[in-house]
């Protein structure tokens, strides 16, 4: 059975900092991409940041200088650090993991529960 479990959100005040974690279980993470997603109220489900297999990362503009991924596979585990936050951020953020067999074509896609992050004063 596959599981994605985050945590780290929170209330937090503008300027602050948050790392969200999403442990993964079932999976051999190594071979995943791993991707955050945040879904605000009434908004659109959108990708803040991925870190493909082999370390390349890609980060939404929104979130580019401010929010870092990260991945340790030894732990099944991917991070996200969050600086500098903004009452925009506000959302339920998701963790997401997602590969391709390169034989099968086949497509393995695996979500989280979310974790909300709330940024105010």
């Known amino acids: 059975q596959v599981q994605l479990v985050e945590s780290g959100g929170g209330l937090v005040q503008p300027g602050g900092s948050l790392r969200l974690t999403c442990t993964t279980s079932g999976i051999n993470m190594s071979i995943y991409t791993m991707r955050w997603y945040r879904q605000a109220p009434g908004k659109q489900r959108e990708l803040v940041a991925a870190?493909?297999?082999?370390?390349?990362?890609n980060y939404a503009d929104s979130v580019k200088g401010r929010f870092t991924i990260s991945r340790d596979n030894t732990k099944n585990t991917v991070y996200l650090r969050m600086n500098n936050l903004k009452p925009e951020d506000t959302a339920v953020y998701y963790c997401?993991?997602?590969?391709?067999?390169?034989?099968?074509?086949?497509?393995?896609?695996?979500w989280g529960q979310g974790t909300q992050v709330t940024v105010s004063s």
């Open positions: 870190i493909a297999s082999g370390g390349t990362t």
């Open positions: 997401n993991s997602q590969r391709r067999n390169p034989i099968t074509s086949r497509s393995s896609d695996y």
